[in-house]
């Protein structure tokens, strides 16, 4: 279990018809969110630093989803079915992951990792620190 | 053309039988033409009138999108009348909350509707003779239709009533449609009729997705790329997306060259 001090995320869920989430967090947790509306429009975009207990959560996720072990998805992409894909590094160790929106939904501990993951998306363009 | 003298014979049944076997090879006007003749000089008796069933063939076909998905339907070709139809069977599953049967059922409607109102009768395919037999017989057009039935066997199409919304898919084994987007709001109908173009027509989508890096990307208002950017009042389906349908239909018209024509 990490504590969020050593963890980098590059978060991008969506495509251009769906619209993008996106959330990039450094090791240092300088983080950058956006979000945009069907058709990639209206897209909103905020920065700053993740509070200490931002950055517990969200490496508590990453941990119960097994992220650096997870298998990614294996079938064909649905057509508009909505792609998420996920680099995460933890310490030295790093891995590139490509989950499609149907097996996210169905399996629970990376449903709840993508939540946690909005959730800080929608605090970061909030302005919110939930610490 | 056959000699009058073939259709001399005795009894109906075999009558029938030889007028059947020359429809077929010689086709309806030239029996007809044959029957006139023998007609005249017959003495005074009741019409001769030929008639038979429609020449109808229909045949399974497939298109499979740029992320690996293969669609098949099938195509009914009527020569007799000058159609082509493509028919899919839908399996429609009830998911999600909806307040009753009726609203299911008038949401079903609705997004079929919609499919109708994009790919029903917007193109022809004209097959026009060539060499020798131009100048003597026609061009034929034949407008193209779609049937979307339901089909207790057929491809499966989750509709999902009510919150949580989500994205409309389709995948070889089956899609979803959403009543409600992801974010609450109502679907807008050209989604539905976009999501007929990969289950009825097996179009790939146009527009920018990153888990399929080498797509083809359009800007000329095709129903299949970024409506919303494009506009959704322009959007339409292309004739690229009815290739296919051509390739197999000019299949049956042997000295002819076919091709695809707005309506």
């Given amino acids: 279990m990490t504590t969020g001090a050593d963890l980098a995320l590059a978060y991008r869920r969506g495509h251009d018809m769906a619209g993008y989430t996106t959330l990039s967090v450094q090791t240092t947790g300088a983080a950058e969110a956006s979000r945009s509306g069907v058709g990639d429009l209206d897209r909103r975009t905020a920065s700053g630093m993740l509070s200490p207990a931002q950055r517990e959560r969200l490496a ?6 097994d992220l650096l072990h997870h298998p990614g998805s294996s079938r064909p992409i ?3 079915e909505v792609p998420i894909l996920v680099t995460v590094t933890l310490g030295s160790d790093r891995r590139d992951l490509r989950v ?13 990792f993508d939540a946690t993951v909005r959730e800080l998306v929608d605090e970061l363009l909030h302005g919110l620190d939930r610490a | 053309m056959p000699s009058p003298d073939v259709l001399r014979v005795a009894d109906p049944a075999t009558a029938s039988s030889v007028i059947d076997r020359l429809q077929r090879t010689a086709g309806n006007r030239a029996v007809q033409r044959a ?3 023998a007609h005249a000089r017959r003495p005074a008796g009741p019409p001769v009138v030929v008639s038979r069933a429609d020449d109808v063939t229909t045949t399974s076909i497939s298109e499979t999108t ?3 998905n293969k669609y098949t339907q099938d195509l009914v070709l009527n020569k007799t009348k000058a159609t082509i139809q493509v ?13 009753s049967d009726a609203d299911f059922k008038a949401f079903v409607q609705g997004a079929k509707n919609a499919a109708y109102s994009y790919l029903d009768n917007k193109f022809k395919i004209v097959c026009t003779p060539m060499g020798p037999m131009a100048s003597i017989l026609p061009t034929i057009e034949l407008p193209i239709s779609f049937v979307l039935y339901d089909f207790a066997t057929g ?10 919304g989500g994205g409309s898919a389709m995948t070889q084994a089956g899609g979803d449609v959403y009543e409600q987007r992801a974010d609450g709001s109502k679907e807008v109908p050209i989604t539905y009729a976009h999501e007929f173009g990969h289950a009825a027509l097996g179009a790939s989508d146009e527009y920018a997705n990153p888990a399929v890096p080498g797509r083809v990307l359009t800007n000329d208002h095709s129903i299949m790329a970024n409506y919303y950017q494009q506009g959704i009042p322009q959007a339409e389906f292309k004739a690229r997306h009815f290739q296919h349908i051509v390739t197999e239909v000019a299949k049956a018209f042997a000295g002819y060259t076919c091709s695809l024509r707005p309506r």
């Fill in chain 2, 66 to 68: 740029d992320t690996g």
């Fill in chain 2, 35 to 37: 029957v006139d003749g």
């Fill in chain 2, 155 to 164: 491809y499966t199409i989750r509709a999902h009533g009510g919150a949580p």
């Fill in chain 2, 87 to 99: 028919q899919l069977g839908i399996n429609w599953v009830k998911s999600g909350t909806w307040a």
């Fill in chain 1, 60 to 65: 508590a996720a990453v941990s119960g989803a």
């Fill in chain 1, 100 to 112: 499609w929106a149907g097996d996210a939904a169905a399996d629970p501990p990376f449903a709840a």
């Fill in chain 1, 78 to 80: 649905g057509d508009d």
